[in-house]
């Protein structure tokens, strides 16, 4: 599932291939992928341009002028270009096609196919009307926002929830997942067991420090990617490699030696190093 690197990424990516071009085709496979009927979806989009494209969180938005979409890829969705026009099925559950430009690509249309949209969603909404969406209105600071400062993780972690449920949480803090809480656990040194009420000050300010500096250099890695898939967004990570804790079970700590430990905390496999990271 794509974290806020990865969301990142995939957001840049339909903008530098998409960005300025007219939607000719829109289509969703069934009802349940979007908020609004199928036909709905079609024509609110057909015409549109497609002005920006960001991140809430973990969810891509797409600009479209009077349209909004939300776009949140779960567990193996992606977007990927597809060479031509597809009607959509069960995989490519939301397929867009945007105008050919002259003398770009020889004026070829750019086909996106979401898939697996049905874990997911794409939806419509009027410019606005998204903010009351219950995955973006609950969504607590984005790490890269004035907000997220060492005072406001020390407020939000007086409860005594577990460190890393309370990373996950995304009213805490938004785009984290379980790849980057991981490694952000490590770098700071703070067992993932821990109540967030006993962190010290110093841990705190190590955790805040280990979110950014990690999320930043995970962004310009282009994100983790597990499989590769030449032609899908976002897929083209490289943090993979630079991954301490995540997927290393067994693996000697990079900086003590001792085989990195998986167990299960927040109902998710967690990796820590019990040496560098203490109960
Ligand atoms: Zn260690």
């Known amino acids: ?24 085709r829109a289509e969703v496979f069934r009802p349940d992928v979007t908020n609004v009927p199928p036909g709905e979806f079609t024509e609110r989009l057909v015409g549109r341009t497609l002005e920006g494209t960001g991140r809430r969180g973990k969810v891509i938005v797409l600009d479209f002028g009077e349209v909004v979409g939300l776009v949140h890829l779960v567990i193996s969705g992606r977007v990927l270009r597809l060479p031509e026009w597809s009607d959509p099925d069960r995989t490519n559950t939301a397929v867009l096609q945007f105008e050919g430009i002259e003398g770009v690509d020889g004026e070829r249309p750019v086909v996106l196919a979401f898939t ?23 969504l607590g600071p984005d790490p890269f926002s004035r907000e ?21 949480d995304q009213s805490v803090v938004a785009g984290l997942g379980n790849i ?10 703070v ?3 821990r109540r967030a009420s006993t962190l010290t000050e110093r ?12 999320l930043s250099r995970a962004i310009s890695l282009r994100g983790t990617t597990f499989d590769s898939y030449h032609d899908a967004f976002g897929e083209t990570g490289r943090f993979q490699e630079e991954l301490q804790v995540f997927t290393r079970t067994g693996e000697p700590c990079p900086v003590c030696a001792t085989p990195i430990v998986k167990t299960r905390v927040a109902g998710r496999g967690t990796h820590y190093c019990p040496t560098c990271q203490p109960a």
């Not at 990865?6 to 939607?23: H, N, P, Q």
């Open 148 to 168: 997220f400062t060492v005072e406001y993780l020390r407020g939000a972690f007086r409860r005594k929830a577990n460190v890393k449920g309370m990373l996950l």
């Open 191 to 193: 067992n993932p067991m």
């Open 180 to 189: 980057y809480v991981d490694e952000v656990l490590f770098a700071a040194k």
């Open 1 to 24: 599932m794509p974290e806020l690197p990865e969301t990142t990424v995939i957001s840049e990516d339909v903008f530098a291939l998409a960005g300025g071009r007219r939607v000719e």
């Open 203 to 214: 841990e705190v300010r190590d955790l805040h420090a280990a979110t950014t500096d990690i």
């Open 116 to 138: 697996r949209l049905w874990l997911g969603y794409f939806n419509l909404y009027a410019p606005g009307e998204e903010e009351a969406h219950p995955l973006v209105s609950r």
